[in-house]
């Protein structure tokens, strides 16, 4: 069966997001001075083909720890459905 | 009120990803050859105070359009909840 999956990553709550410091930073300068907090990760999404939701999510998993995420800095979660 | 919100930024369906696709052809190596179609955009999480959810909506909607996505080469999508 063919599964798609929806992976958020994002940076430790406990790291700074320079990214996001730099952000939060522009927002009073486009009038919206009531943004605070912003941090900035990534949103990946594939496809893949499973026997079932299990290895479905086994395999997005394999992915996100070997190659997606980097564990030190960044933690993921994931949502997969069936296509 | 304080109001949450989710994010999501990704390049067009009909625009070439690169980034995405070099991870595609990365997964045989790890593993992984049934991965498909690896789409990366962004994944952005902010604060912001607003008298109701309408008026939070239309903040994350301006900074959305002025700020966070590219709307020649993204589109965006997104979520707020009180918190």
Known sequence: MKYAAHINIM???????PQGKAV???????GLPTIANVRIGKHI??????????EAKAIVETACTKLLANLIMESYEYTVVAI
Do not use: Q, R
């Open 11 to 17: 940076p430790h709550k406990a790291l700074l997001d």
């Open 24 to 30: 939060t930073g522009s927002m009073p300068n486009i």
């Open 45 to 54: 999404t594939l496809e893949l083909e499973a026997a079932n939701e299990t």
